[in-house]
């Protein structure tokens, strides 16, 4: 098993692995045209010529970088392929020297593992506004904030700005 950047011919893998995540909830949909288009943001794990699993990381600049878009293939989850892909994306986020990785997930206790740390989603503005704002869960959201890596410490100009970060998260 091991991981590499993915290219445009892995999108329709991606795409498939994806998909039923998307329609469970658990992640949000991308379309192929999306993939395409950030196919340079994904990395794949592959295990004897085939890909089982993908994952993103979505620069914002030197301060924050979000790990998103993991899934692994039911048929091949608890082999360490979850793991992998993070481990691979904390690296290009080191190659890019950026100081802060987030993420918003269901399974904190897999990213505690990571040195993964709760967050508040106002400490992630960058996040808020480029995604959160246009989920269907926004107000009921479920999902748990997570960083490593110190804050990032540009929320202040969003809090002098006065600009509220609209989010209510409901207790599960």
Do not use: W
Request: glycine share 6%; proline share 6%; aromatic share 6%.
């Amino acid at each position: 098993m091991h991981t590499r950047n993915a290219i445009l011919p892995d999108v329709e893998h991606i795409h498939g692995i994806i998909g039923p995540y998307a329609q469970s909830g658990t992640l949000l949909p991308r379309t192929l045209a999306e993939l395409c288009e950030n196919v340079r943001d994904f990395v794949v794990v592959e295990d004897q010529g085939k890909v089982i699993g993908c994952g993103a990381l979505h620069l914002y600049g030197l301060h924050l970088a979000e790990i998103r878009s993991i899934a692994v293939d039911p048929a091949a989850k608890k082999k360490g392929a979850g793991r992998k892909l993070v481990e691979a994306l904390l690296h290009e986020a080191e190659r890019h020297n950026v100081s802060c990785v987030c993420l918003f997930t269901r399974i904190p206790e897999f990213f505690a593992l990571m040195g993964f740390n709760v967050a508040r989603r106002e400490e992630l503005p960058d996040k808020i506004y480029k995604d959160c704002l246009h989920c269907p869960s926004l107000y009921a959201c479920d999902e748990i904030a997570m960083v490593r890596g110190p804050l990032p410490t540009n929320v202040a100009a969003y809090r002098e700005a006065r600009i509220q970060i609209p989010l209510v998260r409901l207790q599960v």
